[in-house]
């Protein structure tokens, strides 16, 4: 016979209390609906658990032995429901976001760094992928990608500013060869090349200036997967790279590396977290994209 708990409490109130009024005033019930439970969970046990007098309640003997096996189990599950509270309020459990070398290095790691460590019950892993992944198919909570080419029925959350990439290459290649005045003159050029992961051909290099957009096919030596080969082997004269501004700015303030055509090369939409609109997100999820927001 299973009795409903809260029939279970009532019965450890009035034990306890040793009054119908009391009882009901801590419980906030009418004492008449207290009686009735009472009464209602001694019919279903078929023995009476409480002797009532006009002045006073007291346990009988099934009463004491069912107060002394009860209500340790009944307070283990209050501290069990309390513990779940607290664990609903310290996020806790592990958070999987897929994404490239560079989202990692410039934008989710640096916040992360900062702040993860204030909450230990939260373990993040992260995926470096190249080409364009199947979240939900692939068990990850989440995914990052530049915001304009995110599918319209994820949710996108943005984790960086707006980037911009541009082209430079080493002084001693400049001197060499007569910096481009515009994207055309690229062609002529030695330029490393960056193979996208997911189309598997090569990056059509991209320009704006006045509303006006231009493509460029480029080609050179070297061609790479990844920003970061890119970088190295325009610092050793290779060519001209096309790369996020963020990934160089040091090497420019250096004198390192030379920016060209910087007035061809316009901001697009910055790396944003998404993913699945129709999902129940925990509360690790959550916490860990309030981390990785941005805010201007």
Known sequence: MRENINDLWAFVAVAKDRSFTRAAARLGVAQSSLSRTIQKLEEQLGVRLLTRTTRSVSPT???????????????????????????????????????????????????????????????????????????????????????????????????????????????????????????????AHTCINLRLATQGGLYAWEFERDGRPVRVRVDGQLTFNTIRPIVAAALAGYGIAFIPEDSVAGHIVSGELVQVLDEWCQPISGFHLYYPSRRQNSAAFQTVVAMLRHRA
């Not at 004491?64 to 309390?82: G, M, N, S, T, W």
């Not at 939900?136 to 500013?161: Q, W």
């Open 61 to 187: 003997e099934a009463g004491e032995r069912l107060l002394d096996k009860v209500l340790p189990r009944l307070d283990e599950i209050e501290a069990e429901l309390l513990a779940l509270r607290e664990l609903r309020e310290r996020p806790a459990g592990t958070v999987r976001i897929t994404c490239s070398e560079h989202a990692v290095e410039t934008v989710i790691w640096p916040k992360l760094a900062g702040v993860l460590r204030d909450y230990p019950d939260i373990k993040v892993e992260i995926s470096i992928e190249h080409s364009f992944t199947d979240i939900a198919a692939d068990g990850f909570d989440a995914g990052v990608r530049l915001g304009e080419s995110i599918e319209k029925d994820m949710i996108a959350v943005r984790i960086g500013p707006d980037q911009r990439l541009i082209a430079v290459g080493s002084p001693e290649y400049l001197c060499a060869h007569a910096p481009p005045a515009t994207p055309q003159d690229l062609v």
